[in-house]
């Protein structure tokens, strides 16, 4: 598992099979074979720009890669995907008959290596193995653990899971996790959990700003029989449940003054006794603590001790809020839809280019938790198949468009093939994807507007006359 791709998307009926081939030609004629009636969800990208945009965007299972491309080294593209997407099964399917270029393959990272032309049967079985052999691969996660796993490919979001990877190598190390409501703190606790020494141990999340103030002790370290009034069964805390794995403390701000000494022993691996109780009990529980406020200022108001602060910090842990990794919305939206569509019981293909833009243009003042919402509420509105820039909410439309507005001026360095880019997908969405209304708007024949689209990652809506548009200008 790489740092950059922790893969957690829901596994579809249909495997998504991404189809990397410069020939339109050979593309055109594979991808019924692969589709091969709905078994599989084929998407075609052109160059390996568009390749690495699909592949950013959307969770695949497999890769068929030609290893000739007009904008890249096969090979190297091949050792890319392999190391950024781990769990993605690559087959190689090109015209290079050499059995040298095939061990350079299967030593990259390829499940297969396939010379062109091979009988459909032959193609469709080797997809199959790749996609199966990169299933086994992908992580499963045990139940109780995270729910919904950081997806992300970022700087700040590798360097997060380099820490993350870090604090499962020690498994009795105290981790404090930080960041802002909405981040995914009890989502990275319990990864740090899965990936430990104790991933076979109990994971228990406990929010001390939802505990009782007057339960508190009883429910962390449990109580004898007869401690106080209704207490007619012996019970056991929070720290014994979670002996033998590791205890999440989520709001550990929230804690009272008088319950941090009693963890600060505990903590410096001495027993505790059950409210009431006069036994010592020793448990072994690694402990991870999460907040999203500055237990500085709260030391500094007399709320938190400056020792178990201290005690807590052996290892920081503090994920960045989304609008400081905007590079992983996209990726994140599409992960959500590939989770949520299937529980949802609507088939969703993706996000229009304009919906996209919004998303990117947008702070997440509720970080990766309302994105989440944003996208199940998108997915209800659509009622299946595209999401429109309209089905997101008005309030995230309005301040994606004023950020829009108050970006400074395009540089003059930035490339002509940029500007025509936004301008024929603005063109193709106010079309209502229309291929033939863009091209009359656009001035350009229809199989020129499809080329486009197609170089731009889009696939066009509708079967229109494709042999009327051949015979039309490329203009």
Same mark, same amino acid.
């Given at each position: ?5 922790? #893969? ?261 691996? #001495? ?62 939206? #599409? ?55 309209? #089905? ?84």
């Amino acid at each position: 598992m790489s740092s950059g791709d922790v #893969h957690g998307a829901v596994e579809s009926a249909a495997p998504r099979v991404l189809l990397i081939e410069d020939d339109l030609d050979v593309a055109e004629a594979v991808t019924p074979i692969l589709a091969e009636g709905g078994r599989r969800q084929i998407e075609h990208a052109p160059t390996a720009r568009v390749a690495r945009e699909a592949l950013a965007l959307r969770a695949f299972d497999a890769v068929v890669l030609d290893l000739s491309l007009p904008d890249a080294d096969g090979f190297g593209l091949l050792e890319e995907i392999a190391a950024e997407f781990p769990g993605v099964g690559i087959l190689c399917f090109t015209g290079r008959d050499d059995a040298s270029a095939a061990v350079r393959a299967l030593r990259a990272g390829a499940t297969d290596y396939i010379t062109k032309p091979a009988p459909a049967v032959m193609l469709r079985q080797a997809v199959d193995g790749a996609v199966t052999r990169a299933r086994l691969r992908q992580p499963r996660l045990a139940a109780g653990g995270v729910q919904t796993l950081p997806i992300g490919s970022s700087p700040p979001w590798r360097q997060t899971m380099d820490l993350i990877a870090a604090a499962a190598r020690s498994p009795k190390t105290t981790v404090l996790i930080t960041g802002e409501p909405g981040v995914g703190k009890e989502e990275a606790a319990a990864l740090v959990h899965r990936l430990s020494a104790r991933r076979d141990g109990p994971f228990v999340a406990v929010n001390a700003a939802c505990l009782s103030p007057s339960m508190i002790e009883s429910e962390l370290f449990g109580h004898e029989v007869g401690a106080f009034t209704g207490a007619h069964r012996q019970h056991r805390g929070f720290f014994e449940q979670a002996s033998g794995g590791t205890l999440l403390l989520d709001e550990i701000g929230e804690l009272p003054l008088e319950l941090q000494a009693k963890l600060l022993r505990v903590l410096e691996r #001495h027993p505790f006794r059950r409210v009431g109780g006069e036994k010592p009990i020793a448990v072994d529980v690694r402990l991870l603590c999460a907040t999203n406020r500055s237990l500085d200022e709260r030391v500094r108001a007399g709320a938190f001790r400056a020792d178990l602060l201290e005690r807590l910090r052996v290892f920081e842990l503090r994920l960045p809020p989304l609008r400081e990794r905007p590079g992983d919305v996209a990726r994140l939206a #599409h992960h959500f839809i590939a989770r949520l569509g299937p529980e949802l019981g609507i088939p969703v293909e993706g996000f229009s280019p304009l919906a996209l833009e919004a998303l990117a243009g947008y702070a997440f003042p509720g970080n990766v938790r309302e994105l989440r919402n944003i996208t199940e509420r998108a997915i209800v509105l659509s009622g299946g198949g595209i999401i429109e820039r309209r #089905h997101l909410p008005a309030e995230l439309r309005a301040k994606a468009a004023a950020s829009v507005d108050a970006a400074p001026a395009r540089s003059e360095a930035a490339s002509l093939e940029e500007v025509v880019r936004e301008h024929i997908l603005r063109v193709y969405e106010g079309a209502d994807q229309n291929v033939t209304r863009t091209a009359q708007v656009l001035g350009m024949s229809r199989l020129a507007v499809r080329k486009r689209l197609q170089s731009y990652g889009v696939r066009a809506r509708g079967v229109e006359d494709i042999a009327v548009d051949r015979n039309e200008d490329d203009r």
